[in-house]
């Protein structure tokens, strides 16, 4: 006789996961990844800054956070961020930053917008 594996549920196989996420990412729009550990139970969100990434803004980690404890869910959401000790150089990378990624993507747009 042939056993058969009990069918498991989706949401038990992806109990546990830990999700990653940039940090400059996520302060656009914190919305998503709320719903996502609603939706996935025991997970964790792991909120990080690159290596060679410039320091974010101690105002971008407070915004995550004060996110993160109206939602109820600041106790699953944890940090690996290289905070900005100075708050005018924070907000200096931060501007930097999106700055860099505002002239990326404009370049982008000429060389395959014409495609």
């Not at 109206?70 to 501007?95: A, E, K, P």
Request: charged share 20%; net charge positive; proline share 3%.
């Amino acid at each position: 006789m042939k056993r058969r594996k009990p069918r498991r549920d989706a949401r038990s196989i992806f109990s546990g996961v830990v999700f990653a996420v940039n940090a400059r990412v996520l302060v656009k729009n914190c919305g998503v990844f709320d719903g996502l550990l609603r939706r996935v139970p025991d997970s964790q969100l792991l909120v990080w800054t690159a290596t060679g990434e410039p320091p974010i803004s101690r105002h971008k980690i407070s915004g995550i956070e004060k996110y993160f404890m109206s939602v109820n869910l600041h106790h699953r959401v944890g940090f690996d961020c290289q905070i900005c000790s100075n708050w005018i150089i924070g907000i200096l990378y931060d501007m930097l930053v999106n700055l860099v990624a505002l002239y990326w993507n404009f370049m982008n747009f000429v060389r395959y917008g014409k495609e």
